[in-house]
């Protein structure tokens, strides 16, 4: 069996053929102007000390005011007794102690546990993620813009 070199059209000077793996790739097309060199991106040094990062190290620039008042942001609104005369919270608080005087057994699918428990924790991640955004960008000057 013979190997023959063969081209592909519309693959500028680049083979098909595997056998030529130590030169460097040079993609061209008509669309871009010079050729392209392809890199890996992993092999690129860069600042991180040859570790390659897509975001910066502190991404969810934690900070606890922003947990201690969403939660808190969170508690005064859903302790206002607006469901019959009920709380948000102390539905879902009383509802977790009349899970737990069954305890080996969980709930049930028609437990109102699940509406009050999906509803309150809703409620904390939207407070959470809104005072997270607002907090930031006020200490980072993003609203004045």
């Known amino acids: 069996m013979a190997t023959t070199m063969s081209s592909v059209v ?31 991106p992993f092999r690129v040094a860069k600042a991180s000390g040859g570790r390659v ?6 991404w969810l620039r934690r900070d606890l005011n922003v947990i201690g008042f969403g939660l808190i942001g969170w508690l005064a609104p859903s302790s206002v007794p607006a469901i019959n005369g009920k709380s948000l919270t102390g539905l879902f608080f009383e509802s977790i102690g009349t899970e737990l ?31 997270q955004i607002g907090f930031k960008g006020r200490t980072e000057d993003y609203f004045s813009k």
């Open 101 to 131: 005087a069954h305890f080996p057994t969980g709930p049930a699918l028609t437990s109102q546990f699940w509406l009050w428990m999906v509803c309150w924790h809703l409620g904390l991640f939207i407070c959470l993620t809104f005072g």
């Open 53 to 58: 990062t897509c975001f910066q190290r502190d």
């Open 10 to 40: 519309g693959l500028a000077n680049s083979s098909l053929s595997g056998f030529s793996s130590a030169k460097k790739t040079s993609l061209s097309s008509d669309f871009v102007r010079s050729p392209v060199t392809a890199r890996n």
